[in-house]
């Protein structure tokens, strides 16, 4: 009999994949007791994919230019997905908007993490925006996948400070501290069974989170 069962993680990326390599080290150092089952890219290019092979994971890209539209790129990707069989789903970087069908197969086990206070800046250039509006502080939220882009349940939040000499750079790279820190979190929290997608609301022991979701304290 195997007793060894882990929650089988399938990670979606586009890029650097420095979410990813997030995940890689929190299980390698027994943060997430989980497995990741499978990588893939979007973009065949993506230097994630050379993260995911350094440490032996099973990767693959597809190419959604292959694709003669979004739904039909989105049910491949689906399909490729059951395949592996996993637990929860991790956008770590995907620029892809996904289908409402898509993430209707996947409801309540895909999670992403964005750069800003969501509901606030959904989006992209959320570092400059944040500047440019004169904000004191910005941060990350991990939330669950909805059709709605940047717009699901909110799992976690951490706030950072904005400082008057921060450009986009310095500023993404201190949020991306409280990233490596909150993301891992959260999937810990889900395989765990601690959190869940309930009702449309992200909740912690069954109970729902506020809509910004756990304050995290760093
Ligand atoms: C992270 O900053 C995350 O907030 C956003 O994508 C970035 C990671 O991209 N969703 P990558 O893994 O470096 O490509």
């Known amino acids: 009999m195997n007793t060894s069962y882990k929650p089988r993680l399938a990670i979606l990326i586009s890029g650097k994949g420095s979410n990813l390599q997030s995940f890689i080290d929190a299980i390698q150092m027994n943060v997430i007791d989980a497995e990741i089952v499978c990588v893939i890219s979007n973009n065949p290019d993506a230097p994630g994919l050379e993260k995911a092979r350094a440490a032996g994971l099973p990767c693959q890209a597809l190419d959604?230019?292959?694709?003669?539209?979004?739904?039909?790129?989105?049910?491949?990707?689906?399909?490729?997905l059951e395949g592996y069989r996993p637990n929860l789903i991790l956008l770590c970087g995907f620029m892809r908007i996904l289908t409402p069908a898509f993430v209707e197969r996947f409801a309540g086990m895909m999670m992403n993490i964005h750069p800003s206070l969501l509901p606030k800046y959904p989006g992209l250039h959320t570092q400059q925006r944040a500047i440019e509006a004169g904000d004191t502080k910005t941060g990350a939220t991990v939330h669950f996948v909805t059709s709605e882009l940047d717009g699901g349940p909110a799992i976690i939040q951490a706030e950072v400070p904005i400082l008057e000499d921060d450009t986009a750079e310095t500023l993404s790279?201190?949020?991306?501290?409280?990233?490596?820190?909150?993301?891992?979190?959260?999937?810990?929290?889900?395989?765990?069974?601690?959190v869940t997608l309930s009702n449309g609301r992200a909740?912690?022991?069954?109970?729902?989170?506020?809509?910004?979701?756990?304050?995290?304290?760093?």
């Not at 949020?175 to 601690?194: D, H, K, S, T």
């Open 64 to 80: 959604h230019r292959q694709f003669p539209d979004r739904d039909s790129f989105d049910v491949a990707l689906a399909d490729l």
């Open 203 to 218: 909740c912690l022991f069954g109970r729902p989170l506020p809509p910004t979701g756990f304050a995290f304290q760093g």
């Open 173 to 194: 790279s201190r949020v991306f501290e409280q990233e490596n820190l909150i993301y891992p979190m959260a999937v810990r929290w889900y395989c765990q069974g601690r």
